[in-house]
């Protein structure tokens, strides 16, 4: 039976379960909350009593595993994280290593490697490699996922470059991977193009935020490569409202893709890009933007249009089953 590393340790992928694709738990910059957070907007015991509060709601929902696509560039911090799956043990949380980037490499990597001024392999493919198969820094906490970003301004030379340094990690451990794309520029068929080029096993790729477009072609076109749809941002209206994100799930299912679907929000229990006003600013502008909007809203919308329960049986578990075998 293959098996999965969680924030608690390896399972088999059988106990996955309903699992939503693209969650965070918190996304919180280190930098930002050391120097601006501590005494203002940041209360540790509090955040971490509310995402103990939110994730065993989400999993009394029958969530049994969040993804999380939390990465340098996003603020992951796992010694937070495993107190808190301490305390939810209903629910598996999965980590991911890589780099969340739009457009220019951390300065600690632009000057080594191939061709640079400490001329040498690429110490991002080796620093990735060590989070997946050896653990990451000192938690015990081993990444079973890789994460990068081909964005609106698409390759540029620090994007490719960290998303090479993906495609090798997953060539040499067979990890599976997930990309942020731009839908509105369609970026995801730049990503896939690249990894193929690497060598990659597309079926082995989610194209995060694919969901944001309703573009049938497009995303039919992503599709036929093998890899997998995002349709990871329920309840983020401002991209693209939930009525037509169910209308194009709906559409795909019916002109069989099924088994090349996830479902997520793209959610978390804090994100600092509002200060300390998140709860705030989360329920004013995006009031669905919960880990249960696809329990509470998301299924029956989906029931009513035509999908059965077992293509969505396939998108929560099957698929996310399979990324990870």
């Known amino acids: 039976m293959p098996t999965v590393s969680t924030v608690r340790g390896p399972i088999?992928?059988?106990?996955?379960?309903?699992?939503?694709?693209?969650?965070?738990?918190f996304v919180v910059a280190t930098e930002h909350l050391d120097n601006y957070g501590k005494g203002a907007w940041w209360d540790e015991e509090f955040r971490v009593a509310d995402a103990v509060a939110k994730l065993s709601a989400v999993a009394a929902k029958g969530v049994r595993t969040i993804v999380d696509p939390t990465v340098w560039g996003l603020g992951r911090?796992?010694?937070?994280v495993q107190r808190i799956a301490e305390q939810v043990p209903d629910l598996h949380i999965i980590a991911a290593t890589g780099i969340y980037s739009f457009e220019e490499l951390p300065h600690q990597y632009e000057h080594r490697g191939p061709g640079l001024f400490f001329d040498g392999p690429d110490p991002m493919i080796d620093d990735f490699v060590r989070d997946l198969t050896d653990g990451i820094a000192d938690t015990g906490v081993k990444a079973a996922?890789?994460?990068?970003?081909?964005?609106?301004?698409?390759?540029?030379?620090?994007?490719?470059?960290i998303c090479r340094a993906v495609?090798?990690?997953?060539?040499?451990?067979?990890?599976?991977?997930?990309?942020?794309?731009?839908?509105?520029?369609?970026?995801?068929?730049?990503a896939l193009d690249l990894f193929a080029k690497e060598g990659v096993d597309l079926t082995k790729v989610v194209v995060g935020h694919a969901g944001d477009s309703n573009d049938l072609d497009y995303?039919?076109?992503?599709?036929?490569?093998?890899?997998?749809?995002?349709?990871d941002r329920f309840g983020l209206d401002v991209y693209n409202p939930t009525p037509q994100r169910v209308a194009t799930v709906a559409a795909l299912c019916q002109r069989g893709y099924a088994d090349r679907m996830v479902l997520s929000h793209d959610t978390a229990c804090f994100m600092d890009y509002f200060g300390g006003a998140w709860d705030e600013?989360?329920?004013?502008?995006?009031?669905?933007?919960?880990?249960?909007?696809?329990?509470?809203?998301?299924?029956?919308?989906?029931?009513d249009s035509g999908v059965t329960d077992d293509q969505i049986e396939q998108m929560l578990v099957f698929n996310p089953k399979r990324y990870f075998s």
């Not at 996922?145 to 470059?161: D, H, N, S, Y």
Request: glycine share 8%; hydrophobic share 45%.
């Open 281 to 303: 600013a989360r329920s004013t502008l995006a009031p669905n933007w919960r880990y249960d909007h696809i329990h509470d809203d998301v299924l029956a919308a989906l029931l």
């Open 12 to 25: 088999d992928v059988d106990d996955l379960g309903q699992t939503l694709m693209h969650e965070h738990v």
């Open 145 to 161: 996922f890789l994460k990068c970003v081909v964005e609106a301004k698409g390759l540029t030379p620090g994007v490719e470059r």
């Open 219 to 231: 995303l039919m076109r992503l599709a036929d490569t093998g890899a997998i749809l995002g349709m």
């Open 77 to 80: 911090y796992l010694p937070r």
């Open 167 to 190: 495609a090798q990690a997953h060539v040499r451990t067979g990890a599976p991977i997930t990309v942020h794309t731009n839908s509105f520029t369609q970026s995801g068929l730049i």
